[in-house]
């Protein structure tokens, strides 16, 4: 689809000049006489770009561009102005334009800059749609479940997503902890800002302090470059430290230097930078019984554990395992282009009956599984690893 494009002159030369070169180069072109007439159109139109030269008779250029801003604010403008009303170019980026140019106009000019401005409009907007299908992704509504357990977890979630608290998210390997953190994230203040998981148990501790901090180069051998580490990427938004339990003590002492005076060193430098970030935690131990054997700081441990989210086993909300069989034979329905509609009985007994101990994880392996090895449209006990066999036929009278 052409991107529609509106030229503003009371030069009719200037003004179908414009258009043929835009209209050249494959966007779609029209023309307004003045800024009233101008104003009309974008009232009944969207256009990407205004091109609008600023001195012209009724409603200026500048009056134009506020206008345009109230009632098209995705709509990007370019003024065209003379030399000597720079000061009035610059009035006119203050009300909203994206770039100007000057007269006589230089039409490459007038192109490169016009290609600019819809190329990073587009970028913006890509983004935009990301960040909202991200966001329905993570929504704590979209976290299966109908269990009791659940129904508490879920509304836990809603209530600390408002504020700006630490939360401490804690449950078995493979229940969806870093799910839960999304959901804190994307329902938050924070969702336009960066989510950044960080796997604590899978960085080598001589590089931890590196890797969070950052260093400046030459800060250590093979420092060849200044490096970004997780607090600076994470700026303004989340940081999802996932396996807390995994980082050594001397980290952790850093780590509650930031939490308490909102500022951080990074290896190498002199000066402390701020840190405005949320910190949400989340663990599979027992961090209290990690403090009293001294391998976790209890200081550290009241600092993130402002609000505790528990997550259940699957072992104790049974009545979810057929509701998230369903969420994963949709999903890989899709992923595989097989047509399989849903369970047999045999199979959806053997689902429930299951004592689950690789949890949510375990559960969607064995449903992608069985869709690969299901030749119907609906999975049979036969479809399922050898295991649910034998435990069906260990519970046969």
């Given at each position: ?215 400046k180069k030459g800060a250590f051998t093979g420092a060849f470059a200044e490096k970004e580490g ?66 976790f700081r209890e200081d550290l441990y009241y600092r993130l554990n402002v609000v505790e989210i ?88």
């Amino acid at each position: 689809m052409k991107e529609k494009i509106l030229v503003v002159d009371d030069e009719q030369i200037i003004r179908e000049s414009l258009s043929f070169v835009l209209g050249k180069e494959g966007y779609d072109v029209e023309e307004a006489s003045d800024g009233l007439e101008a104003y009309e159109k974008i009232m009944d139109e969207d256009y990407a770009l205004l091109v609008t030269d600023l001195e012209m008779p009724g409603m200026k250029g500048k009056e134009l561009l506020e206008k345009t801003a109230e009632i098209s604010p995705k709509t990007a403008a370019i003024v065209v102005t003379a030399y000597g009303s720079m000061e009035t170019a610059i009035g006119a980026l203050r009300a909203g334009a994206s770039d100007y140019i000057l007269k006589p106009i230089e039409f490459d000019e007038l192109l490169i800059k016009t290609k600019r401005i819809l190329e990073t409009k587009r970028i913006v907007e890509e983004n935009r749609l990301l960040r909202k299908e991200t966001q329905r992704a993570y929504d704590f509504e979209n976290i299966v479940g109908k269990s009791a357990p659940m129904r508490r977890v879920f509304d836990m979630i809603k209530r600390v997503a408002r504020s700006d608290s630490n939360a401490l998210v804690t449950g078995p390997s493979g229940v969806g902890k870093e799910l839960v953190a999304r959901a804190l994230h994307f329902n938050g203040a924070r969702k336009d800002k960066p989510f950044v998981p960080v796997n604590c148990g899978a960085i080598a501790d001589n590089l931890m302090e590196s890797e969070f901090f950052g260093h400046k180069k030459g800060a250590f051998t093979g420092a060849f470059a200044e490096k970004e580490g997780y607090l600076k990427a994470a700026e303004g938004g989340t940081l999802f430290l996932d396996e807390i339990s995994e980082t050594p003590l001397a980290l952790q002492v850093k780590l509650l230097r930031v939490l308490q005076e909102k500022e951080y060193v990074p290896v190498g430098a002199a000066r402390a930078l701020s840190a405005d970030v949320r910190f949400v935690a989340s663990t599979n131990r027992d961090l209290r019984e990690e403090v009293e054997a001294g391998r976790f700081r209890e200081d550290l441990y009241y600092r993130l554990n402002v609000v505790e989210i528990r997550l259940p086993s699957l072992n104790e909300r049974r009545e979810d395992v057929l509701p998230l069989a369903d969420h994963f034979l949709a999903k890989y329905r899709r992923e595989t282009n097989k047509n399989v509609k849903g369970f047999e009985r045999d199979a959806m007994r053997a689902l429930t009956n299951r004592r689950w101990r690789g949890e949510v994880r375990e559960l969607e392996n064995v449903v992608e599984r069985a869709i690969i090895f299901c030749d119907g449209d609906m999975i049979r006990l036969d479809d399922l690893p050898e295991s649910f066999r034998r435990d069906a036929d260990d519970d046969a009278p």
